[in-house]
């Protein structure tokens, strides 16, 4: 059986299923093209990430494709419930990259206290000339022990994220509407570990009373935060989005930043992805990253063992 990783996949994926008698094709194919590749090569599964689509045009017209497996957690690229009322097989590795989207939320909150983001962009320019001014212009920097994240959905990765806060010495509150609690264990590297419990607090409470938020939320019709959100925090509040883009209002993102009321944001995924607006791309308050949250080494390879000995489960 042939399976297309459209959007690639891990060494160590590719041969797990090959040990497994599976043929694996790695060629990028352009999404217009994908059925008749698809029906030409006969292929049983497709492996994707977030650039191909797989709608009802590829379910309706490929009658070999028996799989599709999404490479990461969110799955709004993939008519799911419609492939599995045509009987797909559809899978996901909802926990293999849940700690490198974590460390990139603390890049983007560490880089937003000390105004890396900006120093990054400046020095560069002014470095040489201008050392004393752009040195009192950033010396005005936060800890984020002892302050606050409030964490917007406490699935696997914000509970991830809650590790390294926790382990940085930050209170954590969360607000998702699923979970009524949480205990977390933080594993230390000589084997030791502790146990923390979280409590669901209604978003309101989140909003009002954390000095650093982040959002780990499917896609969503509506925004999740948006001016009325915005208007509930703190003054000087920084904000993270790592989950996906339209869960935040950009324009009314890029008046909070305006206003004051937002200190800085984090940006790893966009509303108009994969073209973000020129306004978000060139403000001086946005720590800036290219949906790159699972994009690790380790979490690569975590992906790909995960897809193989699912499809080899399911397909063999």
């Known amino acids: 059986m042939k399976i297309l990783a459209n959007d690639g996949i891990s060494q160590n994926g590719i041969s797990a299923l090959e040990k497994a008698g599976f043929e694996v094709i790695t ?168 146990s923390f419990n979280f409590t669901n607090r209604t978003k309101e409470e989140v909003l009002r009373n954390a000095d650093f938020i982040t959002v780990h939320v499917p896609a969503q019709k509506d925004y999740v935060i948006g001016k009325k959100e915005f208007d509930m925090m703190k003054n000087g509040v920084g904000i993270v989005n790592a989950a996906r883009g339209g869960v935040i209002d950009e324009v009314a993102l890029i008046e909070a930043l305006e206003n004051g009321k937002i200190a800085f944001a984090g940006l790893d995924t966009f509303e108009s992805e994969p073209t973000p607006e020129i306004k978000i791309l060139m403000h001086s308050k946005i720590s800036l990253t290219p949906h790159i949250g699972a994009a690790t080494a380790e979490a690569q390879d975590r992906i790909g063992l995960e897809l193989a000995d699912q499809i080899i489960s399911l397909l063999k």
């Open 27 to 194: 060629t990028t194919v352009a999404q217009e093209q994908l059925v008749d590749y698809i029906n030409k090569n006969e292929i049983s599964g497709i492996l994707v990430r977030s650039a191909t689509q797989v709608r009802k045009d590829i379910i309706d017209n490929c009658p070999t494709l028996k799989l599709i497996g999404r490479g990461g957690v969110g799955m709004d690229n993939i008519d799911v419930a419609y492939a599995k009322e045509k009987g797909l097989h559809v899978i996901n590795t909802p926990a293999a990259s849940s700690e490198s989207v974590a460390e990139l939320v603390f890049a983007h909150l560490f880089g937003g206290v000390r105004f890396l983001y900006d120093a990054n962009r400046n020095m560069p320019l002014e470095g040489d000339s201008n050392f004393k001014k752009l040195k009192k212009s950033y010396a005005k920097g936060v800890e984020l022990r002892g302050k606050t994240l409030g964490v917007i959905g406490f699935g696997r990765i914000g509970q991830a994220t809650a590790k390294i806060a926790v382990g940085i010495g930050m209170n954590v509150i969360f607000h998702d509407p699923f979970i009524d609690s949480a205990t977390i264990k933080l594993p230390f590297f000589d084997g030791q570990t502790a």
